[in-house]
């Protein structure tokens, strides 16, 4: 039983949406503390601010990780294993899962949201979804519009952008059995025409410090675990100028055992994806990389109202353990290749010098590590799997009583280091 909590990205908002969250104790001061961070009024934002106004880049991006922090902060997040989020959803997966601080999160959406509004300020871009039709004639026609696939959110839902020309000749004749939405941002995000906003941002995050994360944080670039910090902001960067797989982040999930997805507010964009792609809420089952999946049970916070049945998902899918100190962990690979286990057997104690197993290929023995110490519960690949980065092969129960430092060590400790 896994939980994975999920926060969406630009276009998600809605005029008001953070209206009713003022009602929590404390909401209207944090968001006023967030507010000088990030140089905008983010409880106006939120509240009052219409749709035309939230569009803006430099304000919709810390408004959106304001509100996922929020509604976060009200979750036992310390039973949440997988977080991801989409495009500027990632900063806050980045933040749950112990990378940044909330004030570096914040700051650095701040940072983000001004110097791509800078750069979709240089050119008339921007961006359309193309729903259905056959994946390579898609792709043709894209190429042909001079365009380029900035999100690829699932097999039938591909996020294109560039010059709003191409946009334009790209819904005047779309491929066959399609349907093109224009979407409500300012410019080609996840394209080439963020490269200013991106080395801009790079000079800038220099200053950001980070910690390794505690949880699993599966990356937008390519659907892996990332175990580093450093690599997380990296890739946060670099993420600018590269496509979006949301699709991957979905495998992902599958991959990881995930049984429910929590969508934090604005949500709704990100279950929508997941009901149509994973089948879940107990729908017929799919495949994803070869793995049948059903019955995930999906969640979208909007209102404070929705916190009740958050907490109870969590409670249901959390950790199996009812001891509070007791903590799941789940082991992934360093690298692609053959896995290999140690001679270790379930019930066997580990700590953070055991070598669970290794990844074995042409480059040699890649040695897994325990995340802490526990007690190795379950193997989840068999000797001789072919394994691939970030994959699952071991969960470890460690108890914080007797370390307390593994309770706060990454959960993705041996995922592969990004390039």
Excluded: Y
Excluded at 174 to 189: D, H, I, K, M
């Amino acid at each position: 039983m896994v939980v994975a909590v999920v926060a969406p990205g630009q276009g998600a908002q809605k005029p008001g949406f953070l209206t009713p969250w003022l009602e929590l104790p404390r909401a209207a001061a944090q968001l006023s503390w967030w507010s000088q961070l990030a140089g905008t009024d983010l409880l106006r934002l939120g509240t009052v601010a219409d749709a035309a106004e939230i569009k803006d880049t430099a304000k919709t991006q810390p408004l959106l990780v304001a509100a996922g922090l929020l509604a976060a902060a009200q979750l036992p997040m310390d039973d949440v294993s997988v977080v991801a989020g989409h495009s500027v959803g990632e900063i806050v997966a980045a933040q749950l899962s112990g990378v940044l601080s909330a004030e570096a999160a914040i700051g650095l959406a701040a940072l983000r949201g001004a110097q791509m509004a800078a750069a979709c300020a240089l050119a008339p871009t921007g961006m359309s979804a193309l729903l259905g039709g056959d994946p390579e004639t898609v792709a043709e026609h894209v190429a042909a519009a001079g365009l380029f696939a900035a999100n690829r959110n699932s097999a039938s839902q591909v996020v294109v952008a560039g010059p709003l020309k191409g946009l334009q000749q790209l819904a005047e004749h779309p491929p066959p059995r399609t349907r093109v939405v224009p979407l409500e941002v300012a410019g080609a995000f996840h394209t080439a025409a963020m490269q200013p906003a991106q080395d801009a941002l790079a000079r800038l995050a220099m200053g950001i410090t980070v910690s390794d994360p505690h949880k699993i944080m599966i990356s937008n670039a390519d659907g892996t675990a990332v175990h580093s910090g450093t690599a997380t902001l990296s890739r946060l960067v670099a993420q600018l100028t590269l496509p979006v797989r949301w699709d991957l982040c979905q495998a992902c999930l599958v991959d990881l055992g995930v049984t429910a997805i929590i969508e934090l507010p604005p949500a709704g964009t990100l279950i929508g994806l997941a009901r149509r792609e994973l089948k879940g809420g107990g729908l017929r089952g799919t495949e994803l990389r070869g793995v049948e999946f059903r019955g995930i049970e999906l969640l979208a916070i909007n209102t404070p109202d929705d916190l009740a049945a958050a907490r109870a998902l969590i409670a249901r899918h959390g950790p199996l353990s009812s001891e509070p100190s007791m903590h799941f962990q789940i082991v992934v690979t360093a690298a692609a290749g053959i896995f290999e286990p140690a001679e270790l057997t379930e019930g066997a104690w580990v700590d953070r010098t055991t070598t669970i197993g290794l990844v074995r290929n042409r480059q040699g023995d890649v040695p897994i590590k325990a995340p802490g110490t526990g007690i190795l519960t379950e193997w989840l690949a068999d000797p001789g799997d072919p394994v691939a980065n970030g994959q699952p092969v071991a969960r470890v129960q460690t108890d914080s009583g007797l370390n307390a430092e593994a309770s706060h060590q990454s959960l993705s400790s041996t995922a592969r280091t990004p390039a």
